[in-house]
């Protein structure tokens, strides 16, 4: 969980404290789950380090009841692990959170709803991924990118709204 390698070099270009809270902000996101444990993580998510202050958002005001009564222990772990910003206190607000029930059931609804891939989007967009040699790399982006075009034509099929200027929805 310590951070080297990428995380440092991208630490040393962070050197405003604006950048080194969204950078450490992101951070915890992704490393959630480590700090306050799995149970934990499925019900909350930090948000946002603002000054000394974490923000985080819980699933309902029990969970964020059981997290203050981990606050110490989260703030002396986060504190382990971050040396340029120093949390001092912990602010839960209750919001609907993604979980991963919520993500299935959209996910049903993309795979539903959302037109196939055409053989040449398909194509073209393997043509422009032919420039990336890591293959999970290539794999995620023509994930994304595949993504991003069955929900162009999706709104385009289910929308009248179109630019003036470029015809797109």
């Not at 604006?18 to 915890?28: I, V």
């Not at 986060?78 to 029930?101: G, H, R």
């Not at 993504?147 to 200027?165: F, H, I």
Request: proline letters at 2%.
């Amino acid at each position: 969980m310590k951070m080297d390698g990428i995380d440092g070099g991208l630490k040393k270009l962070l050197r405003s404290k604006k950048n080194k809270e969204k950078y450490y902000s992101a951070w915890l996101r992704l490393n959630w789950a480590t700090v306050c444990g799995d149970e934990f993580a499925e019900k909350s998510i930090p948000r946002e380090i603002k000054g000394d202050v974490l923000f985080i958002a819980v699933q309902n005001a029990a969970w964020a009841h059981a997290l203050l009564m981990k606050k110490t222990d989260i703030i002396d772990k986060i504190n382990e692990q971050i040396k340029d910003i120093v949390i001092s206190d912990i602010k839960f607000a209750t919001q609907k959170l993604q979980t991963k029930k919520n993500i299935a059931a959209e996910q049903k609804t993309v795979d539903e709803e959302w037109p196939a891939l055409e053989e040449q989007d398909e194509q073209s967009i393997r043509e422009r991924l032919k420039i990336v040699d890591d293959q999970k790399l290539k794999e995620k982006l023509y994930s994304i990118l595949s993504l991003a075009k069955r929900k162009k034509q999706y709104d385009k099929k289910n929308s009248g709204d179109v630019c003036r200027l470029c015809g797109e929805p």
